[in-house]
């Protein structure tokens, strides 16, 4: 079996505040292959966001990693020093955020930002780097990029600043590409070329990509496998086909149930959208036992006590419930 | 780049006017103070038949509308009238007295400049350090200061007890003097130019696209060259203009204290002796002053921040 | 996850300025309210010329002055003049910022333009020389002063006061208010007023440290509280002429004026944490 690309072991991430820990991410463990497109799924607040800043390094105060391991391509990243992580950065992985408008300096011509990637890790000069910059334009499909390497970002769209970030981050070939909601604050329409362009570039370089989405829809899509996240735990991990067609976690199911889908007022008559009832719980209130028993229909007594345990599925994959399906 | 000057100039003057509309108001339609006020410094009484012929030589007792009228263009052209004092033109007694202020400002806030933002950057790089709240304690301190007593305390110790600096004056014009007036001068800026990059470098370290640098692999040191640094000066710069105006005002007292001949010093002797024309004309040139200032920053705005060049 | 969480730690640090500040400045009130008590002598009729120039002992813990008064109970009566100067000024200004303010964003027009017009006018004039031409038509003395001060930083408030009007003109209860008959009086000062109070606090505070600065440097020139009055700014005046015999002469005032103002900027800090965490009143 060759070793994964990047392997997160029963990951912990603390959040401290007002003389009080609390386990903002706890017991996460998941692997991404080389070259594989893997999903992360999970509402707001679930933690997935800070998952991949952990995996950057890239957590601040309150938050820090309180647990587990990293292990990029064998090497565990976890208590790197700050300039080890810093080699890493850019070089093998790379991030994208989720606002393109606010994750570019608005002060610098995104040509030079691109650029500063180059003379960072491949200590070019600064009139290559612009050149290169300008071929990473054409890369992801800006029109005319010998003029758009001067402009700011104010003068660009949403979509257009998102190919920045994807130049920007695939610059010098990175092994892992985390993106976390990269298309969330975009146009519709948008979405999906930017979904396209990024799984391609990825396939065309062997980029593995650790993609982070709300939308269980556009992840499954893109993901060979995928896991869910609820409050903190991964609750399910499945190949993307399994995870649509039979969803073992009820929070999965009712994820699943809450897509609307087409035709269906014509075979079943005029319904209401189906919603998960109840919110998510926020961090410093965590129900005890299974995180999501207060929200499951499905929920008895053990699951208000005890939290439950990985167990493997029969087809590959994972799921944390007593009654899973 | 030409019509953002133009259209900033353009800005300039109605605030101008405005000015010169509320001083000529302030000093004119209450009831007597020009002529009264020669009578009241106290030093002669004029007869009532001299007052009433200097009444009608100054055209006094025409109506508001042509009194202003010839206020402004008299203004316009530089011609600011006689003082009362000196029986000079005032535009003649502020012309020597311009450079002076001017040196005197532009050394207090390039020392506030310097030292202000300097810990600020320190003190935000490094928060919650000592050097963070040193500075942070230095500058309310600072704020709080009654300008001309720091003065005062340091001419004392500086010039008075270990006799390295010349107490007042402006002397040949030289540093030396310039020395202990600007810093009482500057450390009111200084305080809050400090408190306000603070506010700003860790406004802008917290914000997304440093986020981003730092996910490129940039070390810190990188971070704030390439990415903090003009982002941080573009909110520094706003308090550097509007101080600018403040400081024109607290110049007026350290001049004062410092024998300074600028125009502030002029503007209060002509307070004491109620020579109004010099007033009036102190305070157009301190507004003058500020706005001119206020349209440079405005520029270098435009020069460093390209969202708004492309409006 | 884009902001990163509100630091614990900055909630002490608005705490201790509330305190120190605080703390400073009821040492200040104190004073000021218990001089009779508290000093030693009358601090404008105990002239002793044999007493001239001594410098702090025993007796006079702060030294005594060229006429022969002390200084310590100079200061403590100072207190006096100096905060009243304060408060009348702020709650001046308050009134004055105030009430243009909620007029002029509530009934807009050309009384709103008037109005903004105005304050850019306020904000192109330093408030010192603006004073200073206010007290060379008035004339120097404690009333003119006081006027002056009243009329010279309204503009503060009148923007803030301005600006809370405009973005809740629209909102729902007001206009519940219009429909209801309210008159437009009552809606100002009922519905508007006290979401702006928290602001108006932290101004008025600051801007008391200010008009104490002011009142300092005016009586320090001879325009505002003349000898032998004990206002701090004029014990300096006083002193400045004998720095170099009686040093000690120039130091409590200035240390006097020192303290309050950095309590009353404290103090202002703390509470613009505590009651505007949005800063719409920094100084900008």
Redesign the interface.
Known sequence: MTTPLLRVDDMRIA?A??GVTHNAVEGVSFEIGRGEAFGLVGESGCGK??TA?AV?G?L????SMAGGRIVLEGQEIQNASAAEM??????RI??I???PM???????PVGRQIA??FV??EGMGWNEAMDRAEDALRQVRVPSPERRIRD?P??LSGGMRQRV?IA?ALACGPDLLVADEPTTALDVTVQAEIIDLMAELCAAKGTAILMISHDLGLVANMCRRVAVMYAGRIVEAQVSEAIFAHPTHPYTQGLVDSLPRLGERARRGRQRLREISGVVPSIAAYPGGCRFNPRCPASTGICREVAPDVTALPEGGLVRCYHHA | MLLVLGRRLANVIPTLLAVVALVFLLFSVLPGSFISGMNEDGRSTIDPAVMERMRKEMGLDDPLIERFAKYVAHTAVGDLGISFRTREPVTKMLSGRIWPSLKLVLAAMTFAILVGVTLGFLAALKPGSLIDTASMIGAISGLSLSQFWFGLMLMYLFALKLQWLPSFGYGDGGLRNLVLPAIALGVGPMALLARTTRAAVLDVLN???V?????????ER?VVK??VL??AL?LVITIVGLQFGSLMGQAVVVEKLFAWPGVGSLMVDSVFQRDMPTVQGCILMIVLFFLVINTLVDLAYVV????IR?R | ??M??K??RLRLKGGASLWVGGGLVAIAIAAAILAPWIALTDPVLDANLMNAEIPPCWDFPFGTDAQGRDIYSRIVYGARISLSVGIISQICNSLIGVTLGLTAGYWGGWWDDLVSGLTNLMLAIPSLVFALAIMAILGPGLVSLVIALGLTSWSYSCRIARAQVLSLKSQGYVQAARILGYGDLRIMFTQVLPNILGPLIVIATLGMGGAILAEAALSFLGLGIRPPFPSWGSMLSEARDQITTAPWLSVFPGLAIFFTVLGLNLLGDGLRDLLDPQSTTRRN
Request: overall charge positive; charged content about 25%.
């Open positions: 959040l505040g007002d966001s800070i800043l950057m890239l601040r105060r309150p938050l810093r080699r890493l950065r850019g070089k790379a991030m955020f989720q606002e606010t994750a570019l300096n608005p002060l610098s500063e990637m960072l890790h700011y104010h003068q970030m920007i | 914000a997304d696209f986020r981003t640098a730092r996910s490129k692999g940039m070390s990188l390439w990415h003009r982002n573009v460093i921040d390209p969202r492309y | 996850m884009s990163a969480l630091l614990p």
